[in-house]
């Protein structure tokens, strides 16, 4: 008797539910019908319990196609106003990537109705008058969410460019260097959301970790302590960036995600380790410099012209690292290994070169010092660069040994990876 009680109180909002959408949909007017999808889904502010309800209807046999197909655009429409509201007090990232969501059903829901409508009026399809069963509404839903991400993907930067348009970004002074890192908790709950917002965040990063880099290879060839702080300050932000956002992707990985959003969320944890380290070797070169600048410690020419050789090789690797992760770019990312193995040997090139400069009387130990401190720090950039590429092949191609990868990579000498290291090889010579 309990069981059957509580039953029949769970089935009865769903019997007013059913009743509504029964009321509506006899009206046979799609553009009705999605108004009341939108509708419905955004009072019950759920999608999944919408399309359920319309599952609930089918069993009667009385849904046709014509009238289920409008609901379920309404409904994908009326699912972002959770998301929406999630977004009220958000920062400026946090409301675009909420409305984008919100674009993107719209321009979805559009594409899918007009292209269908207009078939039909054209050449009308027999299924169109047919009923639909549980199976039948679940697989239109689905056909939508496949349609809208095959039809929409070209026109990702139209999107944005809508999305920058509706929500404007108010004026700000310049960004400061000890800014706090926003990340929006209420994002946790919805993993496309978080994963989208941490991607912007990293890319950040990874564009203050390169600029430390750059900064930090420019002090070598004219110091300053303005420009020194400068290289401290960009390395303090991108620890304050790994910091926030390596707690933030840790209370995403709790949540139920699809298979390309646990990649996603693998290859950002991999990335901001990587970008956090090459901030650190940054510092650790303008260190040298001012190490060099203090102690009036100068290279000879030879020892100049391969270091210009060698930041210039790994200046390249760095931006290439850093492009391939924003925009992931797979033939980008394949191009990193070949040119770290470049970096790798001018190194062992050039501290041969040192050692005979040393037995001529050209340089001293001090400069040996310091110029090994150089090499090895260029060495570990390289290394992080490749890091990040390889976390994005692997994933791509579902490997997960990293180490194994790399030396099967480097055994079996694809054409493109020996095409690509001849390439900056040639480019990055110091014989």
Same mark, same amino acid.
């Given at each position: 008797?309990?069981?059957? /009680?509580?039953?029949?109180?769970?089935?009865?909002?769903?019997?007013?539910?059913?009743?509504?959408?029964?009321?509506?949909?006899?009206?046979? !007017?799609?553009?009705?019908?999605?108004?009341?999808?939108?509708?419905?889904?955004?009072?019950?502010? /759920?999608?999944?319990?919408?399309?359920?309800?319309?599952?609930?209807?089918?069993?009667?046999?009385?849904?046709?196609?014509?009238?289920?197909?409008?609901?379920?655009?309404?409904?994908?429409?009326?699912?972002?106003?959770?998301?929406?509201?999630?977004?009220?007090?958000?920062?400026?990232?946090?409301?675009?990537?909420?409305?984008?969501?919100?674009?993107?059903?719209?321009?979805?829901?559009?594409?899918?109705?007009?292209?269908?409508?207009?078939? !039909?009026?054209?050449?009308?399809?027999?299924?169109?008058?047919?009923?639909?069963?549980?199976?039948?509404?679940?697989?239109?839903?689905?056909?939508?969410?496949?349609?809208?991400?095959?039809?929409?993907?070209?026109?990702?930067?139209?999107?944005? +460019?809508?999305?920058?348009?509706?929500?404007?970004?108010?004026?700000?002074?310049?960004?400061?260097?000890?800014?706090?890192?926003?990340?929006?908790?209420?994002?946790?709950?919805?993993?496309?959301?978080?994963?989208?917002?941490?991607?912007?965040?990293?890319?950040?990063?990874?564009?203050?970790?390169?600029?430390?880099?750059?900064?930090?290879?420019?002090?070598?060839?004219?110091?300053?302590?303005?420009?020194?702080?400068?290289?401290?300050?960009?390395?303090?932000?991108?620890?304050?960036?790994?910091?926030?956002?390596?707690?933030?992707?840790?209370?995403?990985?709790?949540?139920?995600?699809?298979?390309?959003?646990?990649?996603?969320?693998?290859?950002?944890?991999?990335?901001?380790?990587?970008?956090?380290?090459?901030?650190?070797?940054?510092?650790?070169?303008?260190?040298?410099? +001012?190490?060099?600048?203090?102690?009036?410690?100068?290279?000879?020419?030879?020892?100049?012209?391969?270091?210009?050789?060698?930041?210039?090789?790994?200046?390249?690797?760095?931006?290439?690292?850093?492009?391939?992760?924003?925009?992931?770019?797979?033939?980008?990312?394949?191009?990193?290994?070949?040119?770290?193995?470049?970096?790798?040997?001018?190194?062992?090139?050039?501290?041969?070169?040192?050692?005979?400069?040393?037995?001529?009387?050209?340089?001293?130990?001090?400069?040996?010092?310091?110029?090994?401190?150089?090499?090895?720090?260029?060495?570990?950039?390289?290394?992080?660069?490749?890091?990040?590429?390889?976390?994005?092949?692997?994933?791509?191609?579902?490997?997960?040994?990293?180490?194994?990868?790399?030396? /099967?990579?480097?055994?079996?000498?694809?054409?493109?990876?020996?095409?690509?290291?001849?390439?900056?090889?040639?480019?990055?010579?110091?014989?």
């Amino acid at each position: 008797m309990f069981g059957m /009680s509580t039953m029949s109180a769970a089935v009865e909002p769903l019997r007013y539910s059913e009743s509504f959408l029964s009321l509506m949909i006899s009206l046979s !007017n799609p553009l009705l019908g999605f108004i009341v999808g939108a509708v419905f889904t955004a009072i019950i502010q /759920s999608s999944a319990a919408a399309v359920g309800i319309l599952q609930a209807l089918s069993l009667t046999g009385a849904l046709s196609f014509a009238e289920a197909f409008p609901l379920l655009l309404g409904i994908a429409v009326g699912g972002a106003l959770p998301v929406l509201l999630g977004a009220l007090g958000a920062n400026i990232n946090g409301v675009r990537t909420a409305v984008a969501h919100l674009v993107i059903d719209v321009l979805g829901a559009l594409f899918c109705g007009c292209v269908f409508y207009a078939v !039909n009026a054209v050449h009308p399809l027999a299924f169109a008058t047919g009923s639909v069963g549980i199976v039948d509404v679940a697989a239109m839903n689905t056909a939508f969410r496949l349609v809208t991400v095959f039809a929409l993907a070209p026109f990702i930067g139209t999107i944005e +460019k809508i999305t920058d348009a509706l929500v404007r970004a108010p004026d700000a002074p310049a960004k400061d260097t000890g800014a706090v890192i926003a990340l929006e908790e209420r994002f946790v709950r919805y993993p496309a959301l978080a994963l989208e917002q941490s991607h912007k965040i990293i890319v950040d990063m990874a564009e203050t970790a390169k600029k430390s880099l750059l900064d930090a290879i420019a002090l070598r060839g004219e110091y300053s302590e303005e420009d020194y702080e400068r290289v401290c300050g960009e390395e303090e932000q991108v620890d304050r960036y790994e910091d926030a956002q390596g707690s933030y992707l840790l209370q995403i990985t709790p949540t139920e995600m699809t298979a390309k959003q646990n990649e996603d969320l693998h290859k950002y944890l991999h990335a901001i380790t990587d970008f956090e380290r090459i901030s650190d070797h940054a510092r650790n070169l303008a260190e040298s410099a +001012k190490e060099m600048f203090d102690k009036k410690i100068e290279f000879s020419k030879a020892s100049e012209y391969e270091l210009g050789v060698l930041s210039a090789a790994v200046t390249e690797v760095v931006e290439m690292a850093v492009r391939a992760f924003e925009h992931d770019d797979m033939d980008l990312a394949l191009q990193v290994e070949p040119l770290e193995e470049v970096i790798d040997n001018l190194c062992d090139l050039m501290r041969n070169h040192h050692v005979d400069r040393l037995q001529q009387g050209i340089c001293t130990l001090q400069n040996g010092f310091v110029f090994n401190d150089l090499l090895t720090n260029f060495e570990r950039v390289g290394d992080h660069c490749s890091n990040v590429a390889v976390a994005m092949i692997e994933l791509e191609h579902d490997l997960f040994d990293t180490h194994e990868y790399v030396d /099967s990579l480097k055994l079996i000498r694809t054409g493109s990876f020996e095409e690509n290291y001849e390439r900056f090889r040639t480019k990055y010579n110091i014989d």
